[in-house]
Nanobody
Framework: QVQLVESGGGLVQPGGSLRLSCVASVASGSIVRINVMGWHRQAPGKERELVAVITSGGSTNYADSVKGRFTISRDNAKNTVYLQMNSLKPEDTAVYYC???????????????WGQGTLVTVSS
């Protein structure tokens, strides 16, 4: 079984910064390849939305609402993806989820893998 575990959420004042991390791990065997990793978020009463994605080669894509403020990066050797969030606004308040459309391991391929989420609250 493979899992994604997020960390780094919390309470921050408007204009502040937070850095989220997400580590992929597998119960048996080892991870061979994760082509795409991404961050989504879901605010109270709203649908889940894409925040940013990054390929194994480093290509990135961002939601218009976070361009210029958020930066996604990854460490392929550590199977980890990061989200650096700067100039945070109250409307960034949401549960942030890590996602990998597919994770190839030595014991099989897992599709549609999601983390449990980490809460980010931007408030004074």
């Amino acid at each position: 079984q493979v899992q994604l575990v997020e960390s780094g959420g919390g309470l921050v004042q408007p204009g502040g910064s937070l850095r989220l991390s997400c580590v992929a791990s597998v119960a048996s065997g080892s991870i061979v390849r994760i082509n795409v990793m991404g961050w989504h978020r879901q605010a109270p009463g709203k649908e889940r939305e894409l925040v940013a994605v990054i390929t194994s080669g480093g290509s990135t894509n961002y939601a218009d609402s976070v361009k210029g403020r958020f930066t996604i990066s990854r460490d392929n050797a550590k199977n980890t993806v990061y989200l650096q969030m700067n100039s945070l606004k109250p409307e960034d308040t949401a549960v942030y989820y890590c996602n990998a459309p597919s994770i190839v391991t030595t014991t099989g391929t897992y599709v549609g893998v999601w983390g449990q989420g980490t809460l980010v609250t931007v408030s004074s």
